[in-house]
């Protein structure tokens, strides 16, 4: 008979028992909703963890599904861990299919100081439906930048964030290439916040999610036809 080996006989003593359960909240921008929950061991080790939730998680608008918010852990107290809005970014489906067969899909970067002094990274993308000439993408390019950074310095970081989501920036930066170019649609692929400001911003949640309550009351049914079209002409150009 073999002998028992020393330790053999002990327990294996489960890590997940000695951990507890963090609720993660969203910052004022985002009236500090709950947005998930993380396990750890010791409330040090949440600081610096970074979570994603979509718009439509916060504010239940469907149309919003394609948006992802990334935040950011900073500090604990209790049992509920604080975040910082850190970017955000389209779900790879959705760019995919905004940027199917016969389309010329153009990526810019444009860095940008808002009024309260955060920069921000904004990462556009314009769709054609025919090529662009490297003249036409160049000056392009210099109108993007030109529009981005005079938003940045008329508008604080939350501003600029509401005006992601609703999609009123990409409006303004398609009407202001127009000059150039006609663009079918620039989205804001991606945002990164590089450097932080002066306090924290302001909550967006007031300003955009009675408006868009009021839309589904006055229109349920209009914002999936408006989409439909644009998905069947998409389909017929393949």
Known sequence: MAPKTRGSSRKVKDKWKS??????????????AEIGETPSADPEFILG???EVTVQELTGDYSKMNIKLKFKVTDVDGYDAKTVFVGHELTSEYVRRLTRRKKTKTDHVVDVTTKDGFVLRVKPMSIADR?????QEDAMRRILAETLIQMGKDNNLSDLIKAIISGDMSKDLAKACRVIIPIKRIEI??????????????????????????AEEEAPAEEPAEEAPAEDAEKTEE
Not at 131 to 135: A, D, G, P
Not at 189 to 214: H, Q
Request: no cysteine.
């Open 19 to 32: 951990k507890e359960w963090y609720k993660l909240h969203a910052p004022r921008m985002f009236n500090e």
């Open 49 to 51: 963890r970074t979570v």
């Open 131 to 135: 090529r662009i000439q490297s003249s």
């Open 189 to 214: 692929r991606k945002t990164e916040v590089l450097s932080e400001g002066e306090g924290e911003p302001e909550s967006i949640m007031e300003t955009v999610a009675p408006a868009e309550e009021e």
